[in-house]
């Protein structure tokens, strides 16, 4: 398959200006995210210097086949990052740059960066196994186990159901109004009966591993699988100088006293994450949603205390009594 690259039609500098614009104006700046539509860009041009290290798309194109008879990991992982033409780029690192400022700024760098390796993954595999039970089960021999495939949009589709998958408000899908939360599953139907030529089992196995993720997380107690390994990695490498901290009396001052401020331990409520607004079990100790920790002063805002009592009612109280 031969796609004819290094002569921008237009596109490109449209979607270099409209990045720029929208890093300009917001107050983060998402580095993983601008690393994403970049290194799609360059893959997708393939400039001579780098010829050597980025492949031909001949021989990174998705088919579950030959992953499967060759062992291929270089299609399983790279077809992702490559395109078939200047549109179907430009318009996948549109809908990159919308998801990514909102994911990344609310999850942090290492979390956003973790959950798309696990979405990559998850997305690609279902892929795998869902072409390799058509054609097993049902003889389906169309097919897409022997179908080519390239492209971003198996991973937006999963970033779309993670993005969605709190919301009680509705959104605009190709003029249909729908609830955001099943945005993704009309956005499928809708492009495959308006589209021709995309893949419907990679956008299909996009919404199944979002889908898989948050349940992961779930039950992860809202931490990302790969983001824990790094986590625990972290805390080896840290090991040595805690010992040596605690060896030599190197501790920080702390504040004790009697009795408790607030409520402790079962009697926790709840508490809103001030990065995605998701609202959590007292129980837990970093948001369901995007892992941000309750520990941070800014981050935990209890809505009842033990008592049921708001805290507007609480320091109405506590005014009355203490003359403060």
Known sequence: MEVRRGVSRGMLPLLALHTFTEYYRSNTKPPVTAALIASNTVIYLRPSFLRHLIPPIDEVLFNPHLILKNKDLKRFFLSAFYHLGEPHLVFNMFSLLWKGLLLESSMGSLQFATMIASLLALSQSITLVLSKSLLVF???????????????????????????????????????????????????????????NVSFLGHLSGILAGLVYLRFRR?????????????????????????????????????TGRGTVGRTGRNAAYWRCQACTYDNSGLMNVCEMCGGSSSDEMNRRDYYDSDGLSLDELRRRRIERFGR
């Open 138 to 196: 049902f003889d389906y021999h169309r097919s897409y186990y022997f179908e080519y495939a390239a492209g971003f949009s198996g991973v937006l589709f999963a970033m779309k159901v993670v993005l969605n998958s709190q919301s009680d408000d509705y959104t605009n899908v190709y003029g249909v109004l729908v609830p955001s939360r099943y945005a993704a599953w009309a956005e499928l139907i809708l492009i495959q009966l308006f589209v021709p």
């Open 219 to 255: 039950n992860f107690l809202g931490s990302n699988p790969l983001n824990s390994i790094v986590r625990g990695f972290n805390s080896v490498l840290n090991w040595p100088v805690k010992f040596f901290r605690h060896l030599f009396g190197l501790r920080r001052g702390s504040i």
